[in-house]
């Protein structure tokens, strides 16, 4: 186990490497630049702006330098839009898109693992297809439509909840447009699992001793239903949390997604460095916590 954990967090430091690079090289490869702006500068303005943030040197010795401050110094910089520190600019926008992610994400799963598990026990029956039919559906529409429909009918028309404002903190219709999609996919990922498991020669063997169908269900079915569940959780989790732009923007959230979209428009290489290499690592070290909790869950899995 601790091999295989030192071999995964080693591959993990690889992977945000390759990503680093990729993301760097590309994002200088693209014309233009963050001084670039509407209001032109003069050459030697921005001559002046370049070689204050070490622009002006080739790519391959920005990317070596960019390293260096990073790992020796755990050091992001500063924005090259308004000069703020990256590390205060995530510090501050990431806390509201993992609160916003982790409850949607909470929500997906719990109530999806509950409908998937319902739709199993009652398949072909009307519960089944009401569920299949809902989970069909949000997981056709995508959620910035979701997310519009519900700013629309809510906050516009009914009026029962307010517009995101730093005094009306609402998380309720942000959490449901985020958690639609997810919900969905994890209903259908249940019922399967489920209708798998139950088929398995232990449970027919468990029924067959006169094990409680309660005692069936939640201790053998249930159980092993969830180890793909738990495959699909860990990379959602960090997608949700971190690719919540869109609902971010229209909900006028605060988060660590509207500020990436905003670093692109923007050119800011250092926030777009910094919130690629902050989002590559929660990915991977979700991912991470995804595989050992395998083993949490079926104590049978080996690890090479």
């Known amino acids: 186990m601790a091999k295989y954990i030192i071999k995964r967090i080693f591959l993990a430091i690889v992977t945000i490497f390759v990503i680093c690079a990729i993301t760097f090289f590309a994002m200088h490869a693209v014309p233009g630049g963050p001084f670039n702006s509407e209001k032109a500068l003069s050459e030697a303005t921005i001559a002046a702006l370049e070689a204050r943030y070490g622009l002006d040197k080739p790519v391959g010795e920005q990317f070596v330098n960019y390293l260096k401050q990073v790992i020796f110094n755990g050091d992001f910089g500063v924005s090259l839009k308004n000069g703020r520190e990256i590390s205060a600019i995530i510090g501050e926008s990431f806390p509201i898109s993992a609160k916003l992610g982790l409850m949607a994400m909470a929500v997906a799963l719990v109530c999806g693992t509950v409908f998937g598990c319902i739709a199993a026990l009652m398949r ?127 909900f006028t959230v605060g988060g660590l997604g509207s ?6 428009n923007n050119r800011d290489y250092t926030l777009i460095m910094a919130t690629t290499i902050f989002l590559a690592a929660l990915m991977v070290v979700a991912n991470l916590i995804c595989d050992i909790l395998y083993k949490v869950v079926d104590p049978r899995i080996q690890y090479d």
Not at 131 to 147: E, G, N, R
Not at 259 to 264: E, M, Y
Request: aromatic share 12%; glycine share 4%.
């Open 124 to 250: 072909n029956k009307l519960p089944d297809r009401v569920i299949i039919f809902f989970s069909t559906l949000f997981t056709a529409v995508p959620s910035f439509v979701l997310a519009t429909l519900l700013l629309l009918v809510f906050c516009i028309q009914l009026e029962w909840f307010q517009v995101w404002s730093v005094n009306s903190q609402n998380y309720l219709l942000p959490v449901i447009a985020l958690a639609a999609y997810p919900m969905a996919y994890t209903t259908r990922l249940a019922k399967t699992s489920m209708l798998d498991a139950l088929g398995q020669d232990y449970i027919r063997t468990a029924k067959a001793k006169g094990v409680s169908k309660w005692k069936v269900i939640f201790k053998h079915a249930l159980r092993n239903s969830l180890i793909p569940v738990i495959t699909y959780a860990g990379p959602q989790i960090a997608y949700i949390i971190t690719g919540s732009m869109v609902v971010e923007t229209i």
């Open 259 to 264: 500020k990436f979209v905003s670093a692109i």
